[in-house]
Each structure stands twice: as C-alpha cells, then as structure tokens.
Nanobody
Framework: QVQLVESGGGSVQAGGSLILSCKAS????????IGWFRQAPGKELEFVSA???????YYSDSTKGRFTISRDNDRKMVYLQMDSLTHEDTGVYFC?????????????????????WGQGTQVTVSS
C-alpha cells in the first residue's frame, strides 16, 4: 500500500509560480500512475494533471501549457510545476495513485479509478 503526502502549497500572487510535491512511501512506486486533482471552495473535485508509470503526461484544458508534471521514481516523488497562476487555480490540491500492470493510462482524469489519496495542500492565488 502506498501512502502519499503533498507539500509545496502556499499563497502567491497572480502570475506567479509554485511547485507542488507528492511524496510516496510504501509500495512499488514505479508501478503507480499518479494524478493531481484540486477542489476549489464550493466546487467539486476536478482533474488537474496526471503522469503514467511510463511518464506519459496528461493535463486538463485549463492547465495545459501552464503546468508541468514530472516524476522521480528513485525518490518516489511526483512534482507539479505551476506557472502563470490565476485566482481560478486556488484550491486544495490532492495527489492520487493507482497501481497498474500496463504502461498506458486509459482514464487519467477519472478520480474514481484512483485508490490512494493524500491529504491535500492548499494553494491560494491572489488577484
């Protein structure tokens, strides 16, 4: 069983950048697909980005071109570089994991497919 801990959240002005980290422990990290989701106040959880075990990357329409996801299997880490932040990026960011035996990632945005979740880290972007 993998455990996930997010870090790197904080407050930033619009146009700024943040790097979120997701640290995994337990399990064989290289076998997991990892996703980032966020929940803004009063809104539902939404997909942000994902990276497969083979390092294929996926982004939502709202984050494509501004966010970059990467992973370091040796350190059991996934990073989310967030640039050109806007107020609409405010929310609690969660990383999630699902173990897979295939290298592909058929439904990276499907939150119900993920089996392990972190506690979240708050990101606040002031306009």
């Amino acid at each position: 069983q993998v455990q996930l801990v997010e870090s790197g959240g904080g407050s930033v002005q619009a146009g700024g950048s943040l790097i979120l980290s997701c640290k995994a422990s337990g399990g064989t990290f290289s076998r997991y697909n990892i996703g980032w989701f966020r929940q803004a106040p009063g809104k539902e959880l939404e997909f942000v980005s994902a990276i497969s075990r083979s390092a294929n990357t996926y982004y939502s329409d709202s984050t494509k071109g501004r966010f970059t996801i990467s992973r370091d299997n040796d350190r059991k880490m996934v990073y989310l570089q967030m640039d050109s932040l806007t107020h609409e990026d405010t929310g609690v960011y969660f990383c999630a994991a699902v173990q897979t035996i295939i290298t592909g990632f058929t439904r990276p945005a499907s939150m119900s497919d993920y089996t392990h979740w972190g506690q979240g880290t708050q990101v606040t972007v002031s306009s």
